[in-house]
């Protein structure tokens, strides 16, 4: 079974499958993948000699990383894995303090993951601006986007978490898929959104690379908090979190809703709503439905010929981008009032056994108020939806769209 803490690095090439597998027992990260680390190479024009020096570098640079991997793979064997994987899965009886104290011991036998890999990617930027001699500020232009990738990266992995609200949301690709064919943004130039985003993603990274040792931090003594069932530091350190994550969310949604605001002007509302809808769905997942409308208008769109159903389709999910743009404002509202107000990471699953006073349970009523209405309105729209179609046409875009939500867990 997974243990809390474990991570899975994609696309880091390892030099065995043993290392590989060393490396989802432990939570490492920031991490320079193989193929980032030579665009940026090639980015900078590097020679073939460079490049010679520049692939042995990264070869140090994964040894590291696999070395590191196993010394918290043992750190965590050390501090009892096995024997709280035997206690879960029952192989064992352990009572419930020994199994929260082993909790306790096998997340802090990773405690220094995070500012250990940090430091091996600083090392790996360092040595390849002085191998390639490259200017300071050029060099550090030339990575900012590949930083970005790496912080935002772990805190993306975390979006299926009740208390995520945008901590990972990349506007780079939100926008990338906004301006492909079909979306709200086809046929307008990415590069006219470029001011934007250059400027979120440099005031983002530099707040990312200055507070995320100390957020990983507060979010792994949180973890433990909540295993020690201790109310009071649970209570401080969600206020630390959220300290923490408010600038960055602050600037995302300002930035996004400056989009907005130009879309509006350049291509009329309903792109601006769309827009909006998909910003709030990265950053609050948890909000969407099990079967999307969205996936079902898509699918429509792709398998069936009959342009009549395909207008009557499009007039339906327009509606319901509406409706459920605001529907998804007011929850958002709501989680951030508790944030803003009470210091208190609330959303539709809080245990109400952990709400301790009346202005935060009626906030919480109201949450769960909500979440009833989106339901209603996506099985509402989702059967509008079904309607236009045969019964052969309905079975065949349930297995379609069962079998692409199956693929995205995977």
């Excluded at 994964?62 to 965590?76: G, H, I, P, V, W």
């Amino acid at each position: 079974m997974a243990i809390p803490g474990v991570a899975v690095l994609v696309g880091l090439t390892m030099a065995s499958s043993a290392a590989a597998e060393a490396f989802t027992m432990a939570d490492l990260h920031p991490l320079v993948s193989r193929t980032a680390y030579a665009q940026l190479v090639e980015q900078l024009g590097a020679d073939r000699d460079e490049r010679g020096i520049t692939d042995m570098l990264y070869a140090d640079y994964s040894t590291s990383l696999e070395q590191l991997a196993a010394n918290f793979d043992e750190a965590e064997r050390v501090a009892g894995r096995d024997q709280l994987e035997d206690g879960l899965a029952g192989r064992v009886v352990l009572d419930l303090e020994t199994l929260r104290a082993l909790r306790i011991a096998v997340r802090e036998a990773t405690a220094p993951a995070f500012a250990d890999a940090d430091h091996l990617a600083r090392v790996l930027f360092e040595d390849t601006e002085v191998i390639l001699g490259i200017d300071a500020p050029v060099f550090a232009v030339a990575i900012a986007d590949l930083q970005l990738d790496m912080y935002l990266a772990p805190r993306r992995s975390r979006e299926q978490d009740p208390t995520y609200a945008g901590d990972g949301v990349d506007l780079r690709q939100l926008i990338s898929l906004a301006t492909a064919d079909g979306a709200e943004f086809a046929g307008w130039n990415a590069e006219d959104l470029r001011p934007w985003l250059d400027g979120w993603g440099q005031a983002l990274r530099e707040r990312l690379i200055t507070d995320a040792e100390d957020e990983e931090s507060i979010r792994r003594q949180l973890a433990i908090a909540m295993i020690q069932r201790d109310a009071s530091s649970i209570g401080r350190l969600q206020r630390e979190a959220i300290r923490y994550w408010k600038p960055g969310y602050d600037l995302s949604r300002r930035t996004a809703e400056s989009i907005a605001d130009q879309a509006r002007t350049q291509l009329g509302e309903n792109a601006a709503i769309r827009w909006m809808s998909r910003y709030h769905r990265a950053c609050f997942p948890l909000l969407q439905s099990g079967t999307s409308p969205e996936d079902q208008l898509d699918w429509i769109g792709r398998r069936i010929e009959d342009s009549t159903i395909l207008t009557e389709a499009r007039t339906i999910v327009r509606e319901h981008r509406g409706k459920r743009l605001v529907l998804c404002e007011t929850a958002i509202n709501l989680m951030l009032r508790a944030r803003a107000e009470f210091g208190i990471m609330l959303h539709a699953r809080t245990r109400p056994t952990s709400i301790d006073d009346n202005t935060t349970m009626e906030l919480y009523r109201d949450l769960l108020r909500n979440s009833g209405e989106l339901a209603t309105l996506d099985r509402a729209t989702s059967d509008a939806l079904e309607r236009l179609l045969t019964k052969n046409q309905r079975l065949q875009m349930k297995a379609d769209l069962a079998a692409r939500a199956f693929g995205r867990r995977r």
